[in-house]
């Protein structure tokens, strides 16, 4: 069954970059079926898509983010990672790390969030 | 880019009751691309619905969805204590992805 679990600091400071891991398990992240990515949530907001990578490496942001973000994919640890940098307090949110099918993006499989807060 | 507008914010049901939730798209959006998940307090969004109207594995067949073009329905029949949550529809299909603000479904 798959699993995917999300790692890192969950305290960061303003300006500095936050970095979060995905780890999979139950599955292989060199698939071809799918796309893997990152959803956030403020703490009693709503979601927002940051973006998402394929097994190659092609990556695909949400305008809104996409000079702050950076998703890479390692293979050979079945992981994949999110950058984000020059973070304020509007970046505090649980982050999802999450899995696309690759004919038409749905996200079928969440892991279960981390919270991140950014704070001096 | 295309804004999803959910009503209402907040829905009070008893239950057994019948909810009926709603998603408007500022745009013509095709209903191959349309989902609802469901988030419990403390936990990730759950699909329910895709492509407007099949049930993701799992789902119970009291919930069901539909709607084409700009408006889009979530229906719960027959509301049972563990389907008070928050509902979100989200619009896929293509990048950026985009989710409605999410309705509460509370017990009245």
């Known amino acids: 069954q798959l699993q995917l679990q999300e790692s890192g600091p969950g305290l960061v400071k303003p300006s500095e970059t936050l970095s979060l891991t995905c780890t999979v398990s139950g599955g292989s992240i060199s698939s071809n079926n799918y796309y893997w990515g990152w959803i956030r949530q403020p703490p009693g907001k709503g979601l927002e898509w940051i973006g998402g990578i394929y097994y190659s490496g092609s990556t695909y942001y949400n305008p809104s983010l996409k000079s702050r973000v950076t998703i890479s994919v390692d293979t050979s640890k079945n992981q994949f990672s999110l950058k984000l940098s020059s973070v304020a307090a509007a970046d505090t949110a649980i982050y999802y790390c999450?899995?696309?099918?690759?004919?038409?993006?749905?996200?079928?499989?969440w892991g279960q969030g981390t919270l991140v807060t950014v704070s001096s | 880019e295309i804004v999803l507008t959910q009503s209402p914010d907040t829905l009070s049901l008893s239950l057994g009751e019948r909810a009926t939730l709603t998603c408007r798209a500022s745009?013509?959006?095709?209903?191959?691309?349309l989902a609802w998940f469901q988030q419990k307090p403390g936990q990730a969004p759950r699909l329910l619905i895709y492509g407007a109207s099949s049930r993701a594995t799992g789902i119970p067949d009291r919930f069901s969805g539909s709607g084409s073009g700009t408006d889009f329905t979530l229906t719960i029949t027959r509301l049972e204590p563990e389907d008070f949550a928050v509902y979100y529809c989200?619009?896929?299909?293509?990048?950026?992805?985009?989710f409605g603000q999410g309705t509460k479904l509370e017990i009245k």
């Open positions: 989200q619009l896929y299909g293509s990048t950026p992805h985009t």
């Open positions: 745009q013509s959006v095709s209903s191959t691309s």
């Open positions: 999450a899995r696309h099918t690759y004919f038409d993006w749905l996200l079928k499989n």
